[in-house]
């Protein structure tokens, strides 16, 4: 089955203000692909999940959108602040919220929009936390509630930036079985930015390395035995 184009990076440089956080990046992102984002702090690696959502322009080169996704259907899970954990709404109007993009200019949420919240919120296990207060929700069942709300959002696109930081070990491994699930039976691309190298070089089928020194792009093995990932491999194993 040929898989198609869902973004498309050329010579895409980012940053801040004229100065360059990322550059000389080509990358190709495709239907079913599951992208892991690693490299150092600072790097650029946030910078360019916001290239990619379209909330930033490049600096040079060009980020290229399937037009599906020029319509919004991005699924995006951004890491959680202290505020936004405490968030006072139900579970069900927080995974709502992933359909206003489709709302257009209706004042209530269509039947088939309540649908599809109630759809995801079985689909990750937590149907049954549906009435219940968000804030009052462990930190795992909040991250299956935003990923709930972002697949209301997703076409066939999620992006998330370091989906696990705060979970505890097995709140952070059933996050990433229900990824892998998400991807491979269910045909979801997904681009992870992760410190996480572990389930990192187990799940994904291609690595991006975004180093102070330079970039790496290939599959897992191909990244273990390049200088960047070298130094890695220890953690990994």
């Known amino acids: 089955m040929e898989r198609a184009d ?19 990046l080509n990358l190709r992102v495709q239907s079913g692909d599951y992208l892991c984002v690693v490299g150092d702090n600072g790097s650029g690696k ?24 020029e319509r919004g259907a991005v699924g995006y899970l951004p890491q959680q602040t202290r ?41 990750l296990g937590v149907l049954e936390l549906r009435k219940r207060s968000y804030r009052e929700l462990s930190g795992g069942q909040q991250q299956r509630v935003l990923l709930a ?10 992006i998330l930036d370091e989906p696990v930081t705060g979970l505890d070990p097995a709140a952070a491994q059933d996050l990433y079985k229900t990824l892998r699930y998400l991807n491979r039976k269910e045909g979801m691309a997904l681009v992870m930015v992760t410190h996480d190298l572990r389930p990192a070089l187990r799940d994904a089928g291609s690595v991006l390395h975004i180093g102070h020194k330079g970039i790496f792009l290939g599959t897992p093995a191909e990244y273990l035995d390049s200088p960047y990932g070298k130094r890695f491999r220890e953690v990994a194993e």
């Open 6 to 24: 869902l973004i498309v990076c050329q010579d895409l440089s980012l940053g801040y203000e004229g100065k360059r956080v990322l550059s000389g």
């Open 46 to 69: 946030s910078t360019l999940l916001r290239g990619l959502l379209g909330l930033l322009p490049p600096l040079e080169g060009t980020i290229r959108h399937a037009a599906e996704l």
């Open 83 to 123: 505020a936004q954990r405490d968030f006072p709404a139900t579970v069900e109007e927080v995974v709502l919220s992933g359909c206003l993009n489709q709302k257009g200019l209706r004042f209530f949420y269509s039947a088939a929009q309540r649908s599809r919240a109630l759809m995801n919120l079985g689909k």
């Open 149 to 158: 709300r972002a697949l209301c959002a997703a076409g066939r696109l999620l």
